[in-house]
C-alpha cells in the first residue's frame, strides 16, 4: 500500500447504507479511528459492544437530530476490521440529510466512495476478492440461484476450494525442494516424486472440471435467452404478454404490429430468463417493418433458445437452427388442430391450456445444480482467465518429464500464483478499482 493509500484509509468513512429514501428505517454506516468518539459525541457514550441501544442523536451544537439505535463494533471483529458504528434512524430525507450533514462537520469524516467498506474489509484481511465479488452479486441478486451463487462465493466457499488446489501446489512443490536440497538422505527417497506427479494430474483435471463449470454461472448470473419468432398475427406479443402479467406488446388483428425488440424478464424455476418478442417473418414492403424484421433476424442469431411459433402445425417458417428450436403451435382454442405431440407444444395465451407444460419444457434446459458442489462455480471472466493460465502452466510442468525438477517446480509456482489472483493475494492492485466500482455507496 502507497502513502497516499495508507492516508486515505486511516480517514474515518460514512454514508447511508441501507438504500432508497424515504423509508421506515435508514441505517447509516461508520467505519475508521473517529468511530468511536464521534459516536460519543452524537448520542453521548459509547453502547455495549455489538448491543443496540436506544438514544437521541444530536449534532455538535447540542440541536436533536433524530432518536434511533446506535451499535458499535470495536475493530478487527467488525466487517471492515476497522471500529464501526451503525446508526439506526428513521427514514426521511430530511432526518437522514440532517444526520449525513453532521457528520460531514466532524473532523477527519469524509463520505464514502462507492464499495469503500468492502474494499476496507478487503485491505485488513476481512473479505477475499471471490467473496468480495461474491458479496456485490449478493445485493444484486433477483431470483434464487443468483442469491444461492454470490451466497456460496460470499461465505467463502469458493475460496476454500482455491486454497486447497493452493495448497496442493505449495505441497508438491516443498516435495520436490526436498529432494532436490537433501536428495542424498534417506529419509526422502526419490520415489516421492511419482505420488506428487500423480496428484498434481488430478489437480489438472480438477480444474479443467472446474473451468467447464462457467457456462453453467453464465446462465445462473446473466439468464437465458428466449427469442419468440414465427409470422405476423401467430400470438407472439399475445405469449409475451401472458407471461410478463401485464400488457407489454400491442397485440391487435392488424399483421406487423411489432416492429421493434420488446422483452420481459421472468423467474422460471429460480432461473432468470429473458423472454424476446420479434417482429413478424415475412417479406415486407414498409422500410420500418423491414428493419423489425433485420433486428428479429439479429435476435434469433443470439438466443439460447427459439420459441417458433405458427397457428398451423403444417407450416412453420424458415430460420438457420443454430441453437435449441421450441415448436409451437398456437390458438389452439379458435380451431381444431392434429399434430406431432412430440415434436411440438400446443398452447392457447386466451385459455391458459399448454402454457405451464412448455414452461416445464423450457425448464428442462436449465443447468442442474441439485448437487452440494454445483454451484461451486466460476463467475467471471477474470477467474477463468486465470483458471486457464494456472492449469496450462500445470500441463507444462507435467509435460516435461525430461527437465530438471527445478524447472518444473517454477511452473507450479506459476499455476500457484494464478490462483492466487483469483482470491486477490497476489498481484491484483489494477483490477481493485474495477472490483469496488461494483458496489452502491455505503457497502
Not at 483490477?431 to 455505503?442: H, T
Request: charged share 25%.
Amino acid at each position: 500500500m502507497t502513502h497516499d493509500e495508507a492516508e486515505h484509509f486511516a480517514e474515518t468513512i460514512y454514508a447511508l447504507s441501507s438504500g432508497g429514501l424515504p423509508s421506515g428505517i435508514a441505517v447509516i454506516r461508520l467505519s475508521g479511528p473517529e468511530t468511536r468518539n464521534v459516536v460519543v459525541q452524537l448520542s453521548g457514550f459509547v453502547p455495549p459492544t455489538r448491543q443496540a441501544a436506544l438514544r437521541v442523536l444530536r449534532d455538535r451544537n447540542g440541536n436533536v437530530l433524530d432518536q434511533g439505535l446506535v451499535l458499535f463494533f470495536p475493530g478487527p471483529a467488525s466487517f471492515t476490521g476497522e471500529d464501526c458504528a451503525e446508526l439506526q434512524v428513521h427514514g426521511g430525507r430530511a432526518v437522514v440529510s440532517s444526520i449525513l450533514n453532521a457528520l460531514s462537520g466532524f473532523p477527519g469524516l469524509r463520505h464514502a466512495q462507492a464499495g469503500e467498506f468492502s474494499r476496507r474489509a478487503f485491505q485488513n484481511g476481512k473479505l477475499d476478492l471471490v467473496e468480495v465479488e461474491g458479496l456485490a452479486d449478493l445485493v444484486a441478486a433477483e431470483t434464487e440461484m443468483q442469491r444461492r451463487l454470490a451466497l456460496e462465493h460470499s461465505s467463502g466457499h469458493l475460496s476454500d476450494l482455491y486454497r486447497g488446489w493452493s495448497q496442493r501446489l505449495t505441497h508438491a512443490r516443498a516435495m520436490i525442494e526436498a529432494e532436490l536440497d537433501f536428495a542424498d538422505e534417506d529419509d526422502v527417497p526419490g520415489s516421492l516424486a511419482d505420488a506428487i506427479w500423480t496428484d498434481m494430474e488430478d489437480l489438472l483435471k480438477d480444474i479443467c472440471a472446474h473451468i467447464e463449470g462457467a457456462g453453467i454461472a453464465e446462465i445462473i448470473r446473466d439468464g437465458l435467452t428466449v427469442v419468440i419468432a414465427g409470422e405476423p398475427n401467430v400470438g407472439k406479443s399475445s405469449l409475451l404478454n401472458w407471461l410478463a402479467k401485464r400488457d407489454v406488446a400491442i397485440v391487435t388483428d392488424v399483421p406487423g404490429t411489432t416492429r421493434d425488440v420488446l422483452s420481459v424478464n421472468i423467474s422460471l424455476a429460480g432461473f432468470s430468463v429473458r423472454f424476446v418478442d420479434t417482429a413478424g417473418l415475412r417479406e415486407a414492403a414498409d422500410l420500418v417493418e423491414k428493419e423489425g424484421i433485420r433486428r428479429a433476424y439479429a435476435t434469433i442469431d443470439i438466443a439460447d433458445i427459439v420459441l417458433l411459433l405458427s397457428d398451423d402445425p403444417e407450416r412453420f417458417p424458415t430460420i438457420r437452427e443454430t441453437q435449441t428450436v421450441v415448436r409451437v403451435v398456437t390458438k389452439i382454442d379458435m380451431r381444431k388442430f392434429s399434430w406431432d405431440k412430440a415434436a411440438v407444444q400446443a398452447v392457447s395465451t386466451k385459455t391458459g391450456e399448454g402454457l405451464p407444460a412448455l414452461l416445464d419444457t423450457l425448464a428442462t434446459y436449465l443447468p442442474d445444480v441439485t448437487s452440494p458442489s454445483a454451484l461451486a462455480l466460476p463467475t467471471r471472466s477474470r477467474h477463468v482467465s486465470a483458471l486457464e493460465d494456472a492449469a496450462a502452466s500445470l500441463r507444462v510442468s507435467l509435460a516435461q518429464s525430461d527437465s530438471g525438477l527445478d524447472i518444473r517446480a517454477e511452473y507450479l509456482r506459476l499455476a500457484a500464483q494464478s490462483l492466487g489472483r483469483i482470491t486477490g493475494r497476489v498481484d491484483v492492485e489494477d483490477l481493485l478499482d474495477v472490483i469496488f466500482s461494483e458496489f452502491c455507496i455505503g457497502k
